[in-house]
C-alpha cells in the first residue's frame, strides 16, 4: 500500500498488524511494523514523526539483534538509520544525518551487504550534496 501512494491504507494496516504483533508477542514483526510506520510518515512528508517512530525501535536494533536479518531485505538498523537520516535531511539536520550514516555505513560494511550498502549510501550522496560537496557524492 506504501508503495503505491495508498497511506491512510497502509496506516489503517499497519494499525492492524501492530495489534497482531503485541497478540502474538513478536518482537520481529512489530519492530518490522514500526519501520513501516515510519515510512509511512516519511512518504506523508511528516519528517518529525518519521524520525520519532524509527528513532523508537533503533535501541531495539542494537546488540545481538544488530547482526539479525529478521526476514528484512537487509539488515533493519542500516534501513531504520538510512530513513532517519533521509528525514534529517529535510529537516536540514545535516549533522545529525552524518551520524546516522556514518553507524549505517559502518555496519552495512561489516556485514557486506550490496543491498544494505546500497541504501545507506543513496542518502550518504544527499547528505554530501546537502553540504554542498557534490564532487564527493
Known sequence: LWLSGQ??????????????????????LAL???????????????????????????????????????????YPGVFVRTFLAQSCLELGR?????????????LADRFRHPYSQAMIRSIEGQLLLARERPTEA
Open 94 to 106: 545535516t549533522d545529525e544525518a552524518a551520524d546516522y550514516v556514518a553507524y549505517g555505513s559502518a
Open 7 to 28: 497511506n491512510a491504507a497502509a496506516l489503517e494496516m499497519t494499525q492492524k498488524a501492530l495489534a497482531i504483533a503485541a497478540r502474538l508477542g513478536n518482537e520481529a
Open 32 to 74: 518490522g511494523t514500526m519501520f513501516n510506520l515510519g515510512m509511512i510518515h516519511h512518504a506523508l512528508g511528516e519528517y518529525g514523526r518519521a524520525i520519532e517512530v524509527h528513532a523508537e525501535i533503533l535501541p531495539a536494533l542494537t546488540g545481538a539483534r544488530e547482526s539479525q536479518r529478521m526476514n528484512w531485505g537487509g
